[in-house]
């Protein structure tokens, strides 16, 4: 399987819990000390963090979540992803570029470091 059907399947995961307004589920693909950072809320660090920030994002949540990579990377145990993310009209379109840490077991990723960036005018 290629890096980027890896880190698909991990964004798949995410979007899944996301739809389900599941902000426990989002936060379980981040390492435990990952960081957050976007345009539509104060940076969060740490998976509690991400969780509760999710918490608050997921009570709105729409079947119209997206998240495609559109590149993909590794080097040992560290790979990243340019993604193009849409939320429909309610948040609108971005890109989201992530780096992810592989397992400590050598198993398989979790996001330490994600950057949400919108594309749409204001954000």
């Known amino acids: ?7 698909q399947e991990l ?11 599941d902000a426990a589920g989002c936060a379980a693909v981040f390492t435990p000390d990952a960081e957050l950072h976007s345009p539509y809320a104060p940076p969060a660090r740490g998976r509690a963090a ?14 119209d979540k997206t998240l495609a990579i559109m590149e993909a990377g ?19 379109n971005g ?3 992530s780096v992810f840490e592989r397992h400590a077991d050598g198993g398989g990723w979790l996001i330490r470091m994600c950057s949400l960036n919108s594309t749409d005018p204001g954000q």
């Open 11 to 21: 964004w798949d995961i995410y979007v899944a819990a996301y739809r389900d307004g």
């Open 95 to 97: 890109t989201s570029l």
């Open 50 to 63: 991400i969780e509760a920030l999710h918490g608050v994002w997921t009570q709105h949540a729409t079947p």
């Open 74 to 92: 590794t080097s040992g145990h560290l790979a990243w992803s340019l993604a193009a993310y849409s939320e429909g009209e309610a948040t609108g």
């Open 1 to 7: 399987m290629s890096i980027r059907d890896e880190l």
